[in-house]
Nanobody
Framework: QVQLVESGGGLVQPGGSLRLSCVASGFPFANYPMSWYRQAPGKERELVATITSAGSGGVPSYAKSVKGRFTISRDNAKNTVDLQMNNLQPLDTAVYYC?????WGQGTQVTVSS
């Protein structure tokens, strides 16, 4: 079955960096776009970044709020999609989810606080 497992969350000070990773299994990973979402307390889940399938060139796109600070990338040989997050701010605090082929990971907590 489809499985997405995130890792890499944690506590970081404002201005710091974290790298999230998602390992996918159970489907032809390279053929699907992959996304990262986040959900802050009391807010709806929002799209953070998407990367197109290998066949579509692996083109990234970003929410306005993270553009220039976050970078999404994929390794089709390892079935992984990463999210490099730089210059993190308290408003980035949320549970981050990996999404692909209509499936979701369990989420990983990112907390930005001094």
């Amino acid at each position: 079955q489809v499985q997405l497992v995130e890792s890499g969350g944690g506590l970081v000070q404002p201005g710091g960096s974290l790298r999230l990773s998602c390992v996918a299994s159970g489907f032809p990973f390279a053929n699907y776009p992959m996304s990262w979402y986040r959900q802050a307390p009391g807010k709806e889940r929002e799209l953070v970044a998407t990367i197109t399938s290998a066949g579509s060139g692996g083109v990234p796109s970003y929410a306005k709020s993270v553009k220039g600070r976050f970078t999404i990338s994929r390794d089709n040989a390892k079935n992984t999609v990463d999210l490099q997050m730089n210059n993190l701010q308290p408003l980035d605090t949320a549970v981050y989810y990996c999404q692909g082929r209509t499936s979701w990971g369990q989420g990983t907590q990112v907390t930005v606080s001094s």
